[in-house]
């Protein structure tokens, strides 16, 4: 049963346009949520995160937004530029407990 | 110059033979942490730990064990019991392991191919 879904494999983008990557959960108890970048046969590096009391953080390029309600959350990434093609793993915890990532996002950034 | 390393970077074993995946960090970070990227699949966890000489099973634990005897090394072996062996695995460390707040980092990663 997945807790954490990215119900979209890929996506494409053309470059300078905005890249919105979705994410959502099942469990209501996730407080906190982090968004990795990982390019291939690489780790994933941590991009940027948001605790559940707030509804948007912003990062240069890079926001995320959370809506606890529809337990969704979403990932900006405004211009795109080329090297931001990577897969995109959405992640979530609970206080205290281990991180459950998604399957991932593979975007795209075309000239 | 800190970070997690990762060897090799590349393994092939026979079918039946266990595997060592070697991770190593200087960060000094308590918490390790081993998981698996199977294509189209999000990370899993396989084994953690949050200080030496402790460890506690992830969701896939089946068929792999870990030691930690130092706090810079955290090596996963790939027994022949695990069933489908060919992977992508990961090696991670953070501060001290106390959920989502503590960041993890990442090594390079090893891909095992059982033949």
């Known amino acids: 049963d997945q807790q954490v879904k990215q119900n979209s494999p890929s996506l494409s983008v053309q470059e300078g346009r905005i890249s919105i990557l979705n994410c959502d959960y099942t469990?209501?108890?996730?407080?906190?949520f982090l968004w990795y970048k990982k390019y291939p046969a690489e780790g994933p590096t941590f991009l940027i995160s948001?605790?559940?009391?707030?509804d948007k953080n912003e990062d240069g390029r890079f926001t995320v937004f959370l809506n606890k309600s529809a337990k969704h959350l979403s990932l900006h990434i405004v211009p795109s530029q080329p090297g931001d093609s990577a897969v995109y793993f959405c992640?979530?915890?609970?206080?205290?407990?281990?991180?459950?990532f998604g399957k991932g996002t593979r975007l795209h950034i075309l000239p | 110059d800190g970070g997690i390393t990762q060897s090799p970077k590349y393994l092939f074993r026979k079918e039946g033979q266990n595997v060592t995946l070697s991770c190593e960090q200087n960060?000094?970070?308590?918490?390790m942490y081993w998981y698996r990227q199977d294509p189209g699949q999000g990370l899993r966890l396989i084994y953690y730990?949050?200080?030496?000489?402790?460890?506690q099973k992830g969701d896939i634990a089946e068929g792999y064990s870990v030691s930690r005897e130092k706090k810079e090394s955290f090596p996963l072996t790939v027994t022949s019991a695990q069933k489908n062996p060919t992977a992508f695995y990961l090696c991670?460390?953070?501060?001290?392991?106390?959920?989502?707040?503590?960041?993890?980092?990442f090594g390079p990663g090893t891909r095992l191919t059982v033949l």
């Open positions: 991670a460390s953070s501060i001290d392991g106390t959920g989502g707040t503590d960041t993890q980092y």
């Open positions: 469990n209501s108890m996730f407080d906190y």
């Open positions: 948001i605790s559940s009391i707030k």
């Open positions: 992640a979530a915890s609970e206080m205290d407990d281990k991180i459950i």
């Open positions: 960060l000094n970070h308590d918490a």
């Open positions: 730990s949050q200080i030496v000489n402790d460890f």
